[in-house]
C-alpha cells in the first residue's frame, strides 16, 4: 500500500514524501528555537548536513508507507506542504514505540494558528485507521505547548496521563501529557462528521 500524493491530498495540503531539495527549506523551518524546543529529537542549532541526514533516513523515504505495516520499528514521516506552491510548511509522522504507533508533527513558526497543522493531524490519522487498521495512536505534547494540545483535541485524542520527554534543543526533561485516539472513538467521530455534513 504505497503513499502518494493523489491519496494524501486535503484542502490546501499535500503530505509528499521528502526530497534532498526539501533540505534547504528543512533548515530554515527547523533552526528556530520555538520550534525545536517543544521537540524530542529536533537539535538546536540544526545545519544542512542534519537535514540531509534526516531526509535520508529510511522513514523519510518514498517507499516507507509501503513498508510500514510489517516492520515492527517502522515509522513514516512525511513533508507538510502547500498544495498551491509546493511551499513546505513542517512534517508529520507515524512512529512505532512498545506504546504503540505515536503521531508526531512539527510545523514552521511562520505557519503557526492557520490549521495547517490540524489538517495535516486529521489525514494522517486517517491513513493510520483506514489504510494501516492501526487499533489506536498515541501523542504526546509539552505541558505548555497549548497548539498542540489544542491540535490532539480537535483530532479527538483524550488524555491518558503525564511523563517527560528529553529535549535535545534544551538538553532537559520536559514535562508532558500523554493522549491516545483509539480506531472506535475515530469512527464515531467520523460518523457525527460525516452525517453533519450532510444536512
Request: aromatic share 8%; net charge negative.
Amino acid at each position: 500500500m504505497p503513499i502518494t500524493v493523489p491519496d494524501l491530498t486535503t484542502t490546501r495540503l499535500d503530505l509528499r514524501p521528502l526530497t534532498p531539495r526539501d533540505a534547504v527549506d528543512v533548515v530554515r523551518l527547523v533552526n528556530d528555537f520555538e520550534v525545536a524546543r517543544y521537540t524530542a529529537t529536533i537539535p538546536h542549532p540544526y545545519d544542512i548536513d542534519m537535514a540531509r541526514e534526516f531526509i535520508a533516513a529510511p522513514e523519510t523515504a518514498a517507499d516507507a508507507g509501503e513498508r510500514f505495516p510489517d516492520d515492527p520499528e517502522g515509522a513514516v514521516v512525511l513533508a507538510i506542504a502547500l498544495r498551491e506552491d509546493g511551499r513546505l510548511l513542517g512534517c508529520i509522522g507515524l512512529q512505532k514505540t512498545p506504546e504503540g504507533t505515536e503521531l508526531g508533527y512539527w510545523i514552521g513558526r511562520q505557519y503557526w494558528g492557520m490549521g495547517y497543522t490540524t489538517e495535516a493531524a486529521v489525514r494522517i490519522t486517517r491513513l493510520a485507521f483506514e489504510t494501516y487498521r492501526l487499533p489506536f495512536l498515541i501523542a504526546s505534547a509539552v505541558t505548555i505547548n497549548d497548539a498542540s494540545h489544542r491540535v490532539l483535541e480537535k483530532v479527538g485524542f483524550a488524555v491518558t496521563g503525564t511523563g517527560e520527554i528529553h529535549s535535545r534543543a534544551q538538553n532537559s526533561a520536559l514535562p508532558v501529557v500523554h493522549r491516545r485516539l483509539d480506531l472506535e472513538d475515530w469512527q464515531r467521530r467520523s460518523a457525527a462528521a460525516d452525517s453533519q455534513a450532510a444536512q
